[in-house]
């Protein structure tokens, strides 16, 4: 059974400041890894979707890589902001079972 | 732009009423989903749909039931609401393994 995991469950910084988030899987067996974002008592805002045979996707000021064979991705947000304060979850499309499993994300906190 | 809608933002039952939550999609999309988010336990799949009049149970498909007589439409139907279906719902749509679209959410509140 895939397991999606985001660690730390949150993260404050200053503003300026570069970042990463992390994030691992246990099945390597997938179609894509999916970033989002999601801000409080909203829905999920998708980021960046990294196919399997990628290494890496870029949109403004994020880049996220993917390291299949390791289980691992990050999502590189340069100079950060405080309006990227929100919580950012990675999410999984598992050949065997078709669907996307989730991490419980990242909630993070960009101080001015 | 794709836009995902739900029926409702809010919404108040009480326990043992039957509750429908409604999805629309715009983009023609195939794949529908229906998801809670729950502090600590973040997203988990109840239900998700491939086709019209098909369905398939998700992670947690018990007290729950869905509906899709449209391909633009999946009805999430709680059968008898309980106070551990308080919870926010979250709808979404894809075509194939593509990003999934999600709506605004609704949060209900079963008392």
């Known amino acids: 059974k895939q397991e999606v995991t985001q660690i730390p469950a949150a993260l404050s910084v200053p503003e300026g400041e570069n970042l990463v988030l992390n994030c691992s899987f246990t099945d390597s067996a997938i179609y894509n890894l999916q970033w989002f974002r999601q801000d409080p008592g909203k829905g999920l805002t998708s980021l960046l979707l990294i196919q399997s045979s990628q290494r890496e996707q870029t949109s403004g000021r994020l880049n996220a890589s993917l390291d299949k064979s390791s289980g691992r991705s990050t999502l590189y947000i340069a100079a950060s902001q405080p309006g990227d304060s929100a919580t950012y979850l990675c999410?999984?499309?598992?050949?065997?079972?078709?669907?996307?499993?989730f991490g419980k994300g990242i909630t993070l906190s960009v101080r001015p | 732009d794709v836009k995902v809608t739900q029926s409702s933002r809010y919404l108040v039952k009480r326990t043992g009423e039957k509750v429908f939550l409604e999805c629309v999609q715009d983009m023609d999309h195939e794949n529908m989903f229906w998801y809670r988010q729950d502090p600590g336990l973040g997203l988990r799949l109840i239900y998700f749909s491939y086709d019209v009049k098909m369905k398939e149970k998700g992670d947690i498909p018990e007290g729950y039931s869905v509906s899709r007589e449209k391909k633009e439409r999946f009805s999430l139907i709680l059968e008898s609401a309980s106070t551990n279906q308080t919870s926010m719902y979250l709808c979404a749509s894809s075509q194939g393994t593509d990003t999934q679209y999600f709506g605004p959410g609704t949060r209900l509140t079963v008392l």
């Open positions: 999410a999984v499309y598992t050949g065997a079972n078709s669907k996307l499993t």
